[in-house]
């Protein structure tokens, strides 16, 4: 199975820009769909990104829909999420998730995801 590691959060003031990277080991990162998640405290872990083996297929929710940008780099075993015009909101936890390789479509739902990453922290101050 694959472990996934993600970095690259921190701290950055509202209309900055990170961008949080999601390593892969285990397998090869081409045989699945990815996603991105994210969770508040006392929220439930809420959609942000998702792409397919390919990188054909992309979707964001409307609430980052503009200002965050999943992309995959299959031959480095990486998912990457760019992140520009942060905005307080967006303050949580970031989780890099992975289907299960048998997986036919993306998804969009936490529960649709087998493999996660342990999360880094992102803190957007006003």
């Known amino acids: 199975q694959v472990q996934l590691v993600e970095s690259g959060g921190g701290l950055a003031q509202a209309g900055a820009s990170l961008r949080l990277s999601c390593a892969a080991s285990?397998?090869?990162?081409?045989?699945?769909?990815m996603g991105w998640f994210r969770q508040a405290p006392g929220k439930d872990r809420e959609f942000v990104a998702t792409?397919?083996?390919?990188?054909?297929?992309?979707y964001y929710p409307n609430s980052v829909k503009g200002r965050f940008t999943i992309s995959r780099d299959n031959a480095e075993n990486t998912i990457v999420l760019q992140m520009t015009s942060l905005k307080p909101e967006d303050t949580a936890v970031y989780y890099c998730?992975?289907?299960?390789?048998?997986?036919?479509?993306?998804?969009?739902?936490?529960?649709?995801?087998?493999?996660w990453g342990q999360g880094t922290q992102v803190t957007v101050s006003s």
């Open positions: 285990g397998r090869t990162v081409s045989i699945y769909h």
């Open positions: 792409i397919d083996r390919t990188g054909g297929r992309i």
């Open positions: 998730a992975a289907m299960r390789s048998s997986a036919l479509w993306v998804g969009l739902r936490p529960e649709d995801y087998a493999y």
